[in-house]
């Protein structure tokens, strides 16, 4: 663990839109889905704006409704099917695997919990190199109408023994990130650079930040 892994914070980071800078792709896939359904497209901004998890409720927003079980299902396929292919050419996030890299060599411990599917998410953060660099790395398995709380919750448990639970921080760009954090008494700080805006992740109260260089400071400053 290295002589700063028994006192140093853990950090939990978010895949899309944190680490992976992927929201031009997301942008891309949500109107090509939305031409499917016969929705009108959406600009980033206002995308930034609406976005929320769990993602039906994003929907809603958009709709005046909550979509049906049936609708929701064609959603999400349509949505995924354009995104993955799309997904192939996104990049990590500036200045991600530096600062993945300098926090291993400081002996310092960090994980990674997301809401893409598991089996596609250990294939694409070993194509971009990086997987050595977390102790844990969990996507999604089960539904994917969800939050990420009970999903941080399971990941937590799993690092058990490996990480000390009172200096735990979560760095993702989604308030539920934030909500996530709370549920497993954690503490987040929230990037700007994916899916939300500034004005919405604030809503959030915690550390809002303009770059993951900046998330990582916040962080270890959240425990002193």
Known sequence: MGMHGSRGTHIVWDWNGTLFHDIDAVIEATNASFREIGLPPITLARYRDLYCVPVPRFYERLLGRLPTNEEWEVMDATFHRHYWSRAETAALTDGARQLLSD?????????????????????????????????????????????????????????????????????????????????VGARAVLYTGGSHSRASLETAGVPVVDSLAEAVEAAEDLYG
């Open 103 to 183: 926090r291993q060599a400081a002996g310092l411990t960090q994980s990674l919990c997301s809401l893409a599917p598991h089996d596609q998410l250990i294939p694409i953060v070993r194509t971009h190199g990086i997987e050595q660099h977390f102790v844990r790395v969990d996507g999604r398995i089960g539904r994917s109408d969800t939050g990420k709380a009970e999903h941080m919750a399971r990941h937590l448990t799993a690092l058990d023994g490996s990480v000390v639970r009172d200096r735990v921080v979560v760095i993702g760009d989604a308030v539920d990130d934030a909500l996530a954090a709370a549920h």
